[in-house]
């Protein structure tokens, strides 16, 4: 009896090292910017980012987009940061995105300066476009002039999204056109952003 209650005790033993096994393993939260430099991070394009009391600092020079991304690719993630906007030109966090000069493949995280312009959904740049807009609730969640704060996960082909702490979209892909790439950080097109960016860090999961 003794012998059968021991043998059970080292299946359910085994049995649960094998099930921890088959669940996702996330890492250490790590900063992607170390609040000194852009060690880490290229310029594509024309655009001006600079470093201004530990926040990045995006200006909009000329009529192009402007995009600053990591030198390393991420896959399957959680990722969360601060923004705020003085210009009137959107921005965007890019993920799974891979870039020719100022052309990007990926998808967008929308950061708008204004309420109601989506800040939170989900923009294909080089693809279908928007996948998915935030509820009324995340709409209305954007602070004006203030510092924002944003965080999204990305899990195989789904990606949930926050704005200061409300759920903007919890969207899975049924056909996903980018699964790997650099973060990318954006200014508009047209000449009118200008953006800062701080406290952004990142979890992966693998």
Known sequence: ???????????????GISLLGQEP??????????GRDLSGWKNHGDEKWTVENGEIKGEALTKAYGYLST????????????????????????FHSTLDGVDIKGVQVEVDPQPGKHTGGLYESAGRG?????????????????????????????????VNGIK?????????????????????????????????????IR
Not at 71 to 81: S, V
């Open 71 to 94: 030198t390393k690719t991420y896959q399957n993630f959680q990722m969360k940061g601060k923004f705020k906007a003085e210009g009137t030109g959107n921005s965007g966090i890019f």
């Open 25 to 34: 393993q996330t890492g250490k939260w790590m900063a992607l910017f170390n």
């Open 168 to 204: 903007a979209v919890d969207y899975t892909d049924p056909n996903p056109k980018y699964t790997n790439g650099s973060i990318a950080l954006q200014l508009h097109s047209g000449g009118e952003g200008k953006m800062r960016f701080k406290d952004l860090s990142l979890k992966e």
């Open 1 to 15: 009896m003794q012998i059968s209650r021991m043998c059970l005790l080292v299946v359910l033993f085994n049995f």
């Open 130 to 162: 928007w996948l998915v807009q935030p509820n009324e609730a995340a709409e209305k969640a954007l602070k004006v002039g203030e510092w924002n704060e944003i965080e999204f996960s990305v899990t195989g082909n789904r990606v949930v999204t926050y």
